[in-house]
């Protein structure tokens, strides 16, 4: 009986998680057919998943089918989470591929299509919700066909061979001869991604579910088995007692309970369906299963023949700091963040040793409460986040040479590599020219780890490297000094004086947007985009008109409303990540990072060598003038020789003594027990009573208030003014003191200025600094003085000021209590 893993991707609400439900009752693999708004749906057990109605983590069902055991696999459709489904895209044999027949092809969508593409996964598509769309079932093939591709092929239709007949020779032919085409040929062409079987029905109906699981059963045919041990690492979750549980694909070889892998011992090996599972002996190539007892392993990973997944195709490109109670220490928080970002590697938790402060790199909004949810129910602590900013990349304009060389007493190591760039969007490339008479095959292995598992920093703002090849040329050990850490530190070192000597480019993540806005108010919509970078191509499609193009994140985020603003709501703007390109304001970017290359401790740019038994720092523009290596870049091939050199009995005998023959001094091990984190909160102690002090998001309330909304739709300016009195209103009847923020972050040639009214400030911003930002910074300072209420519905700025101690005030509840204390005003004045 064959094995086969199928999983299912979508877009958000496209009716994935029924459609599993469809698949598994018709299979017989549950009695009761759960419904996704009835939160008894069979894999959303989670609590937060079944309370939000979306999936948040991938789970397994299993199922028997005909000749097949299938092993189904949910994956999440929301972008938030987009990075754990591509982490499952990698055991897949084949994908289903859920459209909604009501929308058609999506923005998220075509990014899971790309996905697809990348990892090579054959794919079905089920155009869902076909008992309540308006289009056709050849509306949306078109749509399949221009989207996606066009070998998106209508399945038991009567042209469908003729259809399949246009993908290749071999299957015209056949078609020719015998008026239809075989199996084996349908599997083949389904197999590489010439063909894409597509099915139309109801989930929710169970309607064109049981063709679907034959299409996908019949023709899915596993990729041939290793005969030595492999697997790959999919996803780490842990079991009822806190054991970590790591779930693997078996791509070759058998693994029975009890055999060691990377010498810890398997003591379990399960396979779940839903919450339960079933404990068995043993596993085989292709099934999937969750290995019980095995430490410290990540998504991604490969044991045995197996090699570790490539760098992923989704990444957060936005980083929040992450704003803790005065009372959470933030060493003691990062024991708790560290097991979350190992099952989830994608969050990249970072903690500023400088700063102090933790930084989380965090796809959206949804991800973000998911993740303030988790930690509290593990820790009782209660976090926020500041206002994201959006992550940079670097890289590097020519090709470069990098030396690093590091001898403390009793270390040596140098390490020579070429640095070159890369095509946009290749990430990181790692190549090995260095002989091995030159050096060891195990120090050549530890540097092309180096390069290949640790992120590369750049010397601009000190962010991630991408888009460069490292090759290395050559490297020196010593028979008696060198150990494991110190190629770590040359090759480190090697690649930052590299980049100091570099054309170094600064990158920034752009937005693939689309759109659509009344023909009259184009003009002003797209001298809007020019002044944010963007780069537009326009189309009409019947009364409207469409703008597709490419701009930076930093400028289009949030773009929704202030296309609301311009169109007076007639706008609407999708989006996806379509990758990193040069900054068209680097310099400013720059700047404002504040980053030296040269003070960066953790990561050097100089080099250190030793003489007559004392080590001395070179820093990196000096290097070169020190090394042993010595090699001629002005040839392409980089050639170079080793220099020899020798000292003296006498100087040999004297460093010996001092060491005592031992490359390098024993420690005791610690073997005390690590002290327990205390986050319990600090006892509440008297206080006295501080006057209050109301912040307001000036514009966040301007498109929050019912009765404001349209006014600044017709007259932006009458609109704030209108604000500014009904505020000035309501802090002279409650006599608090008010602070009333405006943004200009986008206002070219803004300066910041106050305006005062009676005990109102209204606070201008400076260009370049959001209102959001403004708000951060003074809700500390006047938490010394002040109860501090911050009027907002922006869920960024809620989680910050709720973190630093501020309450919060909802932009309804604001104008519920302005409009009636100016309702009372007006009654006492007739």
Not at 515 to 531: E, F, H, K, R
Request: charged share 25%.
């Amino acid at each position: 009986m064959k094995q086969i893993t199928i999983g299912l991707v979508a877009h958000v609400d496209a009716g994935k998680t029924t459609t599993i439900e469809s698949i598994l009752y018709e299979a017989g693999a549950i009695r009761h057919f759960g419904r996704v708004d009835h939160q008894d749906a069979f894999l959303d057990y989670n609590e937060q998943e079944r309370s939000r109605g979306i999936t948040i983590y991938a789970k397994e069902a299993r199922f028997t089918w005909h000749d097949a055991e299938v092993c189904l696999i949910d994956t999440p459709g929301h972008i938030d989470f987009s990075s754990e489904m591509e982490r499952t895209l990698q055991v897949l044999d084949a994908a289903i591929l859920i459209i909604n027949g009501q929308d058609g092809v999506q923005s998220h969508t075509r990014t899971i299509w790309d996905c697809l593409q990348h990892y090579h996964i054959p794919t079905y598509v089920f155009v869902n919700k076909m008992d309540i769309s308006y289009q056709t079932p050849a509306q949306l093939m078109a749509d399949l066909q221009k989207e996606c591709s066009e070998n998106c092929i209508h399945w038991n239709q009567e042209d469908t061979w003729e259809n399949c007949a246009t993908i290749n020779d071999e299957m015209l032919e056949a078609f020719v001869e015998n008026g239809t085409i075989d199996e084996p040929s349908i599997r083949q062409a389904i197999r590489s991604r010439e063909l894409f079987p597509v099915c139309f029905g109801s989930a929710l109906k169970r309607e064109g579910i049981r063709e679907l699981i034959d299409l996908a059963v019949r023709y899915t045919e596993p990729p041939a088995a290793k005969e030595t041990f492999g697997a790959k690492v999919f996803l780490v979750t842990e079991d009822e007692q806190g054991h970590p549980l790591t779930h693997i694909k078996m791509t070759g070889g058998t693994l029975k309970v009890k055999e060691t892998i990377d010498e810890q011992k398997v003591d379990q090996i399960r396979l779940y369906h839903g919450t339960s599972y079933t404990a068995v002996e043993a596993v085989q190539a292709g099934m999937i299963c969750a290995l019980k007892g095995l430490k410290d392993t990540y998504p991604g990973q490969g044991l045995g023949s197996e090699p570790d997944s490539e760098a992923p195709v989704l990444q957060a490109y936005m980083s929040y700091q992450m704003m803790l109670p005065e009372t959470v220490d933030p060493l003691q928080m990062m024991n708790v963040l560290e097991p979350i970002a190992r099952e989830d590697p994608q969050l990249q938790i970072e903690y500023d040793e400088r700063r102090h402060q933790i930084s989380v790199r965090i796809m959206g909004e949804m991800q973000m409460q998911v993740l303030q949810k988790t930690i509290a129910d593990q820790c009782g602590v209660t976090v926020g986040f500041q206002a994201g900013k959006v992550v940079l990349k670097e890289t590097i304009a020519e090709p470069v040479y990098g030396v690093g060389h590091f001898e403390p007493l009793r270390h040596y190591a140098e390490v020579l590599l070429k640095i070159e760039p890369l095509p946009r969007g290749a990430g990181i490339k790692v190549d090995n020219r260095c002989p091995m008479e030159h050096l060891a095959y195990n120090w050549q292995s530890a540097i092309v780890r180096q390069l290949t598992e640790r992120t590369q920093i750049g010397v601009l703002t000190g962010s991630a490297l991408t888009d460069v090849k490292f090759t290395l040329l050559d490297g020196k050990a010593n028979v008696k000094h060198t150990s494991g850490g110190d190629f770590r530190q040359a090759t480190s070192r090697a690649v930052r004086q590299g980049l100091m000597k570099a054309q170094n480019i600064l990158l920034e993540p752009y937005y693939q947007f689309t759109i659509t806005v009344p023909n009259a108010v184009l003009s002003n919509v797209l001298y809007d985009l020019d002044q944010r970078g963007a780069q537009v191509d326009v189309a009409q499609s019947d009364s409207q008109m469409i703008i597709t193009g490419t701009g930076p994140v930093r400028q289009l985020a949030n773009y929704q409303m202030r296309l609301t603003a311009i169109t007076k709501g007639q706008g609407t703007f999708t989006c996806t990540l379509a990758g990193y390109e040069e900054s068209p304001d680097a310099e400013a970017l720059i700047q404002a990072a504040e980053y030296d290359p040269e003070s960066d401790r953790r990561h050097p740019t100089g080099s250190v060598f030793c003489t007559h038994g004392s080590s001395f720092s070179v820093p990196y523009d000096e290097v070169e003038n020190y090394m042993h290596l010595q090699w001629d870049h002005s040839t392409s091939s980089g050639s170079y020789h080793a220099v020899r050199y020798t000292i003296s009995e006498e100087e040999a005998k004297r460093v010996f003594s001092q060491v005592s023959g031992r490359n390098r001094s024993e420690k005791k091990i610690d073997r005390r027990p690590k002290k327990k984190i205390d986050l319990e909160a600090q006892p509440i102690r008297s206080q006295t009573v501080k006057p209050t002090c109301i912040v307001v998001d000036g514009y966040n309330q301007i498109f929050s208030w019912d009765s404001l909304r349209e006014l600044a739709r017709k007259d932006y300016d009458a609109a704030r003014d209108r604000l500014i009195q009904v505020l000035v209103d309501y802090q002279a009847f409650h006599n608090y003191r008010m602070i009333l923020v405006f943004d200009a972050y986008r206002v070219p040639g803004s300066q910041p200025h106050d305006q005062t009214l009676e005990n109102t400030t209204i606070v201008y911003t400076r260009h370049g600094q959001t209102a959001d930002s403004y708000i951060e910074k003074i809700v500390g300072d006047l938490q010394k003085e002040y109860n501090v209420i911050v009027a907002s519905s922006d869920g960024l700025i809620q989680n910050s000021i709720l973190a630093q101690g501020a309450r919060r005030m909802s932009s309804r509840e604001l104008e519920h209590q302005a409009l009636r204390v100016s309702e009372q005003a007006k009654a006492y004045i007739k």
